[in-house]
């Protein structure tokens, strides 16, 4: 187990951080680089997203990476970093996936509608996000042990329909269509160089999102689906590195 343990931190450290780095880096680009064209409706949800994607990269995987890397975790102490670095970790993937689904549909939508129903949908994490012993092994964790029918709705609805159901349908479609459309446009020619680039910005993420966060959710309903039954020290040692890796 210590072994595992040993790979999962040097997973997370040395994957993580050019993921943080890089995504960064990538996303204070693209701030740059369409602030001049945010009155253009697509352009103004990849501005969006990329506010957004920022705010995750520091909010989520930097602190994973302190946590899962180098041991350092304040959601085993702190209620309120209990609380909130769920709740607003959720409600960012949550909206980075909707601007993206958004500029997919190639239709402007007020933003602020999107921010404002994820971060509703989140805030019972505030309320029900406690420090509480884990009935495995005794240490105290972030979690919801107490509430179950909110548990189980999180475990069972929210996080496969939201997260990887919902977007994958609405990306897998909308991304057809697009190709399609864009098809077309080409061969009456009446496409501007700055409507292809966004359009291929968002082609080029389609896949990327598909790919990084189905593996994630059907590996995660396993885990939950198989919670209660009797499983060998390697086996748990083996599913605890693919976890982390998904």
Same mark, same amino acid.
């Given at each position: 187990?210590? #072994? ?32 001049? =064209? ?5 352009? /103004?949800?990849?501005?969006?997203? #990329?506010?957004?994607?920022? /705010? !995750? ?5 930097? =602190? ?10 304040? %959601?085993?102490?702190? +209620? ?5 670095? @769920? ?24 933003? !602020? ?16 996000? $406690? ?8 240490? !105290? ?13 999180? *475990?069972?609805? %929210? ?14 479609? @909308?991304?057809?269509? =697009?190709?399609?459309?864009?098809? *077309? ?10 409507? *292809? ?6 082609? +080029?993420?389609?896949? !990327? ?11 995660? $309903? ?8 009797? *499983? ?6 083996? $599913?605890?590195? +693919? #976890?982390?890796?998904?």
């Amino acid at each position: 187990m210590s #072994s595992s343990r040993q790979l999962i931190s040097s997973i997370t450290i040395y994957l993580g951080l050019p993921i943080f780095i890089c995504g960064t880096l990538g996303n204070l680009l693209n701030i740059r680089l369409l602030w001049r =064209t945010r009155h253009n409706p697509c352009a /103004f949800l990849f501005l969006a997203l #990329s506010f957004i994607n920022c /705010f !995750i990269l520091v909010y989520g995987l930097f =602190t994973r990476i302190l946590n899962v890397g180098f041991y350092f975790d304040w %959601s085993s102490t702190n +209620i309120i970093w209990c609380k909130t670095r @769920t709740a607003f970790s959720q409600a960012g993937y949550y909206i980075s996936f909707t601007c993206t689904c958004l500029a997919s549909i190639d239709r402007f939508l007020a933003v !602020i509608l999107t921010i404002i129903f994820w971060l509703s949908l989140s805030i019972p994490h505030l309320v029900y996000l $406690e420090l509480l012993p884990s009935p495995s092994t005794g240490l !105290i964790s972030c979690s919801l042990g107490r509430y179950d029918t909110f548990s189980n709705y999180v *475990k069972y609805f %929210s996080f496969p329909v939201y997260y990887g159901l919902l977007p994958s349908i609405i990306l897998t479609i @909308t991304g057809l269509l =697009t190709y399609r459309n864009t098809n *077309k446009l080409q061969i009456i020619r009446q496409r501007q160089i700055f409507q *292809k680039q966004l359009t291929s910005m968002m082609l +080029i993420q389609i896949p !990327i999102i598909l790919v990084s966060t189905v593996p994630y959710v059907i590996f995660t $309903e396993y885990s939950l689906s198989t919670a209660s039954m009797t *499983k060998s020290a390697n086996q748990k040692a083996i $599913e605890l590195v +693919i #976890s982390n890796i998904v």
